[in-house]
C-alpha cells in the first residue's frame, strides 16, 4: 500500500493529509507533528486565546476522532531528524524509521530569538508563536506589570493590545524607522501607531535593543541603542520568523527563501513536496513566500492534488488579518512594488483603507475597520482588475461603483 | 441536545449535536461538514463561513452586526434575508432543529 508522510502537523500539514483522503487517496497517511496536540489555530494565540477569551478546545483544527475517522495516523510530539531521500526513508529523534513513497514538507517557520549575546537566552524572554509559548508566557500577563515587546510587527503589535488591555504597561521597541516597516506602508503605521498611543503603549521607534540584563529574579533592565535604559518584568520578542528548513536540507532539497518549490508544491525531489509557511514559490514572475492560514490552506490542498497526480498550478491570493484592540485590520493582496498609497476615509468614524498602486495597477488594500473595502479591493485584485486612484480617493464614489482602469491589453 | 442541520451545495443533510456557546461554524468543523472553509477562524475576518439560515429560522436567530453585514454584502452567493456568517452565530439551546445550507461557493 503506498505510504505518505506528512511532516509538520500545522494548518498546512493537517490540511494536505485531509485533502489527500477528500481527494480519493486510499493508502496510508501519517501526519508528524513535533508538539504534543494536534493540529490547532495559531492566529488567535497572540489575540483572543491570550486574551483568555477562548479556550482551548476551540483552538482545534478538528475534533481528534477527525483522524481516526479519515485513517490518519496522526503522531505528535515527534521530531523527524532526518530525511534519506534516496530511500524515502525518515530517521525520528529517537532512532525510529519509517518507510515512506512520498513526502509532503509542511514544517513552517521558528520565530526567530533574541541572540544569547544581547541577553536573550534568559527565562522570561518569551517568542510567540506555538501553544506551549502562549501557555508559558500566560501567568505574566497580571495588571500592573512591566512587559518588553522587541519588534514592531504585526505580532509584536497584536501581543501590545493585548497586554494594554489587560492592564500591563507596554513598552514596544523597533529597531527599523517605524513600526510594520516590511510589511505597510507608512499611513497604515501611522494609523496603527495612533491606536496604540491611544491604549498607552510606549512605543520606541528607530531603537534597537543593545542589551537585557537581569539579576536573579529581578527586573529585566534593557539598555537601548538611544542610550536610554528601562525595566521590564518580561519580554516578548516578536523579531520574525525563519521558514523551517533544517529537514529539507538533510533530504538535500534546493532552498531560496525556504524549501523551493514549484507552482505545484514539487521539491527538487520528485518524491518530496512542500507548502505553507516553509516554501517559496512563484508568483507573478518573482518568488515569494507567505506566512498565512489562507496560503496554508490552499497550497496544501493544491499540492496534495498534485502528489495524487490531479495538480493545477496554485495561484495564491493573497489576504491576511490582524485585530488589535476593537479594530480589525484586513489586508488584501501584496504591496511589494507599490509607488503609490491611496487613502480612503470610510464610511463609519474610525474607518479608513489604504489603497496600494504601482503605477494604475492596484496591489493591495489594508483596510481598518472597512470590511468593505477590504471586500471590494480584494475582489479587485482577484480579478485584475484596478479602479481608478482618483475616484478611490473620493469617498463619495461608492465602493460598488469605482470606476476601473481600461485593462492593460497584454 | 441541540440539533443542527447543515445541508451541503450537493443537497447532502448533516445532522450534528450542537453545543450552547460554541458557533454555528465551530459545530459543522467538529462535525467535518464539508463547505465551510473558515479561514480566519472565526474571527468575522472573511467571509468563507457563509450560510443560508432557513427562512422559518432567520427571525429566531441573534441579528448581524455591521461588519458582518458589510462583509455580508460583498460574498457571493448572497441573499439579503438568509445570509449569516456561521462563526458569529453562537449556538443555544433555543436552536434545535435549526437548518441551514452552505453555497456552492465561499468568499
Redesign the interface.
Given at each position: 500500500m503506498s505510504h505518505i508522510a506528512v511532516i509538520g502537523a500545522g494548518q498546512a500539514g493537517s490540511a494536505l493529509a485531509a485533502k489527500l483522503r477528500t481527494l480519493g487517496f486510499d493508502g496510508r497517511i501519517t501526519l508528524i507533528g513535533a508538539e504534543p496536540v494536534p493540529p490547532y489555530q495559531r492566529p488567535p494565540l497572540s489575540k483572543k486565546y491570550m486574551a483568555g477569551e477562548m479556550a482551548l478546545e476551540r483552538l482545534y483544527l478538528r475534533p481528534t476522532r477527525f483522524y481516526d475517522d479519515q485513517d490518519i495516523t496522526l503522531v505528535t510530539d515527534t521530531r523527524v531528524a532526518a530525511i534519506d531521500a534516496d530511500s524515502m526513508t525518515l530517521r525520528m529523534e529517537d532512532g525510529s524509521t519509517l518507510s515512506t513513497d512520498q513526502i509532503a514538507l509542511t514544517t513552517g517557520a521558528d520565530p526567530i530569538c533574541l541572540p544569547p549575546a544581547l541577553g536573550g537566552d534568559q527565562p522570561g524572554i518569551y517568542t510567540m508563536r506555538s501553544l506551549a509559548d502562549a501557555d508559558a508566557m500566560a501567568p505574566e500577563f497580571v495588571p500592573g506589570r512591566r512587559v518588553l515587546i522587541v519588534g514592531g510587527g504585526y505580532i509584536g503589535l497584536e501581543a501590545a493590545a493585548v497586554a494594554a488591555s489587560k492592564g500591563l504597561t507596554v513598552t514596544l521597541v523597533e529597531m527599523a524607522p517605524r513600526i510594520l516597516a516590511r510589511v505597510a506602508a507608512a499611513e497604515t503605521a501611522d494609523w496603527i501607531r495612533a491606536m496604540h498611543k491611544g491604549h498607552g503603549v510606549d512605543i520606541r521607534e528607530g531603537c534597537a535593543l543593545n542589551g537585557l540584563a537581569r539579576s536573579g529574579d529581578g527586573p529585566f533592565t534593557a539598555t537601548l541603542s538611544d542610550g536610554s535604559t528601562l525595566e521590564a518584568d518580561f519580554v516578548i520578542c516578536g523579531i520574525g520568523v525563519r521558514p523551517a528548513t533544517a529537514l529539507a536540507e538533510t533530504a538535500g532539497l534546493a532552498l531560496d527563501n525556504g524549501i523551493a518549490v514549484d507552482e505545484f508544491g514539487r521539491t527538487s525531489h520528485d518524491r518530496i513536496f512542500a507548502a505553507g509557511d516553509c516554501a517559496s514559490f512563484p508568483w507573478k514572475g518573482q518568488r515569494i513566500r507567505l506566512e498565512s492560514v489562507p496560503n496554508a490552506i490552499d497550497q496544501a490542498e493544491a499540492t496534495a492534488a498534485t502528489m495524487l497526480g490531479q495538480g493545477a498550478p496554485y495561484v495564491a491570493r493573497p489576504w491576511f488579518w490582524s485585530d488589535q484592540y476593537d479594530v480589525k485590520l484586513q489586508i488584501a493582496g501584496l504591496n511589494t512594488g507599490y509607488d503609490r498609497v491611496i487613502v480612503r476615509p470610510g464610511d463609519k468614524p474610525g474607518s479608513q483603507s489604504h489603497w496600494y498602486f504601482r503605477g494604475g495597477t492596484l496591489l493591495a488594500v489594508d483596510a481598518m475597520n472597512d470590511p468593505r473595502a477590504y471586500m471590494t479591493g480584494k475582489r479587485l485584485i482577484e480579478a485584475g482588475q484596478s479602479p481608478l486612484p482618483e475616484a478611490v480617493a473620493d469617498a463619495t464614489t461608492p465602493l460598488k461603483s469605482l470606476p476601473l482602469a481600461a485593462s492593460i491589453a497584454a | 441536545m441541540i440539533k443542527i442541520t447543515f445541508i451541503t451545495a450537493d443537497g447532502a443533510e448533516h445532522v450534528t449535536e450542537g453545543r450552547a456557546g460554541?458557533s454555528l461554524m465551530?459545530v459543522a468543523?467538529?462535525a467535518?461538514v464539508?463547505g465551510i472553509?473558515a479561514?480566519?477562524?472565526g474571527?468575522?475576518?472573511?467571509?468563507t463561513c457563509h450560510v443560508h439560515v432557513d427562512p422559518g429560522w432567520v427571525a429566531q436567530l441573534p441579528e448581524k452586526d455591521?461588519?458582518e453585514a458589510?462583509?455580508l454584502?460583498?460574498?457571493s452567493d448572497v441573499d439579503e434575508a438568509t445570509s449569516r456568517l456561521s462563526c458569529q452565530i453562537t449556538v443555544t439551546v433555543d436552536m434545535d432543529g435549526l437548518r441551514v445550507s452552505i453555497p456552492a461557493e465561499q468568499g
Open positions: - | 460554541l465551530e468543523r467538529m467535518d464539508p472553509l479561514e480566519c477562524g474571527a468575522c475576518s472573511c467571509s455591521e461588519m458589510d462583509l454584502d460583498f460574498a
